[in-house]
């Protein structure tokens, strides 16, 4: 009778916007009847879900000090537990590293240390939009982007503020952000609507009489540093309070092909992994590990009865057909790790594509330990509700549930400061800066969209106009024109998503598009 109760309530959840209906009876564990567990079989339950994270304090190097705070701060090198991804973070979620964080580390169980490695700090872009309940929790952390390193047993690590670094060294082969970003105008394109202002990332930027796409720097963006982000009278600048290098250990990998021969025909569900599956139960079976593809014509079936129009009426919604999605049940996500509740925004009117700049070492295999270790980053290191992008790629093209929330529903990220509001944030594991990313990658990219925005109405080849909620490049409450598919650098002055993965949008809308049949 319990079980039955429990599936009752889901249905009901599945009903609700906030998802919060059924709480009482998913305080109680799950078990999948055997057609559904046979589904789901392959990760361990939640409760015996590996992965840790250690937390390590930085220290000032040697008496280098101004002002009475650090202007360098490190870890010599030491042993540690084994982890596979790093990042640093920091106690002022609104504070900036102005500088550069660089790490090695020693495979496990060998003497082997590699080469200094530069860790992306330009990473505040990458969060929920100022004002929002996310960004007001109290535990929200500044920090860098996580870097993937592999499997790793020591670590040496150093950061150094913007003006401190010596004339060689710490900034010896880092690339130079500035040349290899490439300027809107030429990465796009050049469109225009029918009243001659260009949608962001083509050039457009002049601030009209209604204040449309009006570029105007916020406070602290311009006036207070110098080009390189040091202070403007040629001093040494000074590091955030609280400096604190995180290293994440994402767990084993499930076994090859699911769990063992002998593994039990009913797999036991917590209640928040039920509660994340369940808002996918019209689109897999719950506890599934992937929302199977559809084709085209059983896509548009599904999308013409949710909307309650029969299919002899003709109609022919432009939506792509649906990719296969691994859920965060595959990916091996703890449930537990973030917040109970899912949060939403009205519709999805546009997609901003990012890379992860975690860096190209990873085998496709490896991806879901990557995207476990970027979970664990973003809730635990970085204070966050939950991972904070919709959806992740990797180099293979195979597509990963994100947020939960839902794959077909309008879940509220934290991936583009400014435009988290009625958009989706896809992130292509990598770094794709100067390398180039995989066609396969963009393939699931414009796969991905032709079916996420086809439920929601919107051309992928199209421009849309979505209203900042403050950054760096727009002020709050600006309505810019954007294209359906975006850079993420399209709402936000930063490298992301990678020169020569910016370069591939086009590609990907005209594919996208296609896809939906347009």
């Known amino acids: 009778m319990t079980g039955m109760r429990t599936i009752v309530c889901m249905r009901g959840f599945l009903a609700s916007s906030i998802g919060v209906t059924c709480a009482a009876a998913l305080a109680l564990p799950v078990a999948l009847p055997s057609t559904a567990a046979a589904t789901a079989a392959g990760p361990p339950a939640a409760g015996a879900l590996p992965g840790s994270t250690q937390s390590l304090p930085l220290a000032p190097l040697g008496s280098d000090r101004a002002g009475g705070g650090p202007r360098a701060e490190g870890l010599p090198?030491?042993?540690?537990?084994?982890?596979?991804l790093l990042g640093v973070v920091w106690d002022d979620a609104d504070a900036e590293l102005r500088g550069t964080v660089q790490v090695r580390t020693r495979a496990t169980g060998t003497t082997v240390w590699s080469a200094w490695q530069d860790v992306e700090t330009h990473n505040h872009e990458h969060a929920a939009d100022p004002g929002a309940a996310e960004r007001g929790s109290g535990r929200v952390r500044g920090a860098t982007a996580p870097l993937w390193v592999g499997d790793s047993d020591g670590v040496e690590v150093r950061v150094r503020a913007r003006g401190a670094e010596p004339a060689t060294g710490a900034r010896a082969g880092r690339p130079d952000t500035a040349r290899d970003r490439a300027p809107a105008s030429h990465a796009h394109a050049s469109t225009a609507d029918a009243e001659g202002r260009a949608p962001a990332g083509d050039g457009g930027g002049r601030t009209s009489a209604d204040g449309v796409e009006g570029r105007t720097p916020t406070d602290g963006v311009e006036g207070r540093t110098s080009a390189d982000g040091a202070p403007a009278d040629g001093s040494p600048g000074l590091l955030?309070?609280?400096l604190r290098l995180e290293l994440v250990d994402p767990g084993a990998e499930p076994p090859p092909g699911g769990a063992p021969a002998d593994a039990p025909r009913a797999t036991t569900l917590t209640a928040e992994a039920a509660a994340s599956s369940a808002v996918n139960a019209d689109l897999a079976p719950l506890g599934a590990l992937a929302v199977p593809e559809l084709t085209k014509e059983r896509t548009r079936a599904d999308l013409l009865a949710a909307r309650g129009l029969p299919g002899a009426t003709g109609a022919r919604p432009y939506v792509g057909p649906r990719p296969r999605i691994v859920t965060r049940r595959g990916w091996g996500a703890d449930e537990r790790l973030?917040?109970?509740?899912?949060?939403?925004?009205?519709?999805?009117?546009?997609?901003?594509?990012?890379?992860?700049?975690t860096g190209n070492n990873y085998r496709c295999s490896q991806a879901p330990s990557v995207l476990r270790s970027i979970y664990r980053y973003h809730v635990e290191s970085s204070g966050w509700r939950d991972i904070g992008y919709n959806f992740a790629v990797d180099k293979c093209g195979n597509i990963y549930e994100g947020r939960a929330g839902g794959v077909a529903k309008a879940v509220l990220g934290a991936h583009t400061l400014g435009f988290n509001t009625n958009s989706m944030g896809i992130a292509v594991l990598g770094t794709y800066t100067s390398a180039a990313p995989p066609k396969a990658a963009v393939t699931a990219v414009a796969r991905l969209t032709a079916w996420k925005l086809g439920l929601f109405g919107a051309n992928p080849r199209g421009t849309t106009y979505l209203k900042s909620g403050g950054g760096n490049l727009y002020s709050k409450g600006t309505k810019v024109r954007l294209h359906v598919i975006s850079g993420h650098r399209d709402g936000f002055a930063t490298e992301c998503p990678g020169r020569r993965l910016y370069s591939k949008l086009g590609t990907a809308r005209t594919a996208s598009a296609r896809y939906q049949g347009r």
Request: glycine fraction near 4%; proline fraction near 6%; hydrophobic fraction near 35%.
């Open 240 to 242: 955030p309070a609280g």
């Open 77 to 84: 090198r030491r042993d540690v537990r084994p982890f596979s």
């Open 338 to 357: 973030r917040e109970r509740n899912f949060a939403y925004t009205k519709t999805v009117k546009a997609a901003f594509v990012h890379h992860s700049a």
